[in-house]
Each structure stands twice: as structure tokens, then as C-alpha cells.
């Protein structure tokens, strides 16, 4: 089966040329691109970074599921360490974000770092993404065989594809789809570097 390579830009480049510039080099790939909001609709990206909960209403600076529907994005990440830790999300508002992207017909990545972070009642239908904090922009990546693990016990709660992301690069992509079994990969950091992003995916495809 296909692996699928997510990138998630994070809050880059700074300039919708850059974005124009940088995604071009990556499009053939076949990856999802999540490149930030104001770039969704020039790029045509298939991914975005996050979602609101609720469809409309006066909610000031947040995006709908269904806005993003709208724009043709088919995966949105949801539930990031880093909106956890700057925006205080908490595991309740991931849910609620999760099924209001499942009910608007997108494909959720939620992002775990331990298995009490899983939904209570939804067994299937998203895409979890298993990102431990202590690799999430380190350079220190989880060892696959404790990611292993993790995506083991991710997969007797629920029946989803299970990701992994944290300090991904080219070097290590083969061990977490080769040696850990993998879905996929969660690409943050490399997926600003065209030719590395390049070698993940060719690697890991």
C-alpha cells in the first residue's frame, strides 16, 4: 500500500512567492502540502494545519471545515503539540475538532503523543499521528522501535492509518515505514527543503 507523506510548513515561507516557489519543487511528490492558510487557495494545496469546530458564525480569526472543503483541501492536521502548547488546546477541543472535519468530509490527522489523547468515540475514520513532544523539532527522533510500539498500541484502540512524525529526515524515513510499519510520515522541519523532502518521499514510497 502507498504510504502517505504529510508536510506541514508550520508558519512558513514568509512570502506567497516563496510558497509558489517552494511548492513547485515538491507538487509531483504526491505528498499532502498543509502550507499555511493565506496560501491554501494560490497553491491549490490539498492539506491545511488546523480547523475550527463549529461551520460559521462570528468565531474572529478561525477557518470552518467546510471553508477548507470549499477550497478543494481534502486532510487537515488537528490537535499539533504546538497548538496544544501556544493556543492551550486541549484533548476536548481536538475531539470536537475531529468530528466536525469528519462531518464536513475531510480527512482529520489527529496528533497524539500518548494514547489517552485518541478519541472516546470515534474508532475510525481519521488518520492518527503518533508525534512524541520530545522530537517535535529536536533533531532527537524516537527510536523506531519505541515508535513501533506506540503504533501498535495506537492500532488495538482504533482502526486507522497511524503516521509518525518528529525530526524526520531523510536519513531515518526508511527505519519508521521499514522497521516500525508506518502509514506514513508527519514531515515537519524537512519539508522546507526540497531535495530532502524529495529523498523522504522517494524513500519511504
Keep these: 500500500m502507498k504510504k502517505l507523506i504529510v508536510a506541514n510548513w508550520k508558519m512558513n515561507p514568509l512570502t506567497s512567492e516563496e510558497a509558489k516557489i517552494l511548492f513547485n519543487q515538491v507538487k509531483e511528490t504526491g505528498a499532502v502540502i498543509c502550507p499555511p492558510f493565506v496560501y491554501l487557495s494560490a497553491l491549490k494545496a490539498n492539506g491545511a494545519q488546523d480547523c475550527f469546530f463549529e461551520e460559521k458564525g462570528a468565531f474572529t480569526g478561525e477557518i ?18 504546538e497548538r496544544r502548547k501556544y493556543q492551550k488546546e486541549t484533548d476536548e477541543t481536538a475531539e470536537k475538532k475531529l468530528k466536525a472535519a469528519l462531518a464536513a468530509g475531510l480527512k482529520p490527522i489527529l496528533c497524539i503523543d500518548k494514547i489517552s489523547q485518541l478519541p472516546k468515540d ?61 502509514d506514513g510520515l508527519l514531515v515537519g522541519g524537512a519539508s522546507l527543503k526540497p531535495r530532502e523532502f524529495i529523498d523522504i518521499v522517494r524513500i519511504a514510497c
Excluded at 64 to 81: C, D
Excluded at 160 to 177: F, T
Aim: aromatic residues 8%; glycine residues 10%; proline residues 6%.
Design 64 to 81: 470552518s471545515p467546510q471553508m477548507l472543503k470549499n477550497l478543494g483541501v481534502e486532510y487537515v492536521i488537528l490537535g499539533h503539540s
Design 122 to 182: 470515534i474508532k475510525r475514520g481519521f488518520i492518527a499521528a503518533y508525534e512524541p513532544i520530545f522530537a517535535i523539532g529536536t533533531g532527537k527522533p524516537c527510536p523506531p522501535e519505541k515508535a513501533e510500539k506506540m503504533r501498535i498500541s495506537i492500532q488495538k484502540k482504533v482502526k486507522v492509518l497511524v503516521l509518525y512524525g518528529g525530526s524526520v529526515n531523510a536519513q531515518n524515513a526508511g527505519d519508521y515505514i521499514k522497521k516500525a510499519h508506518f
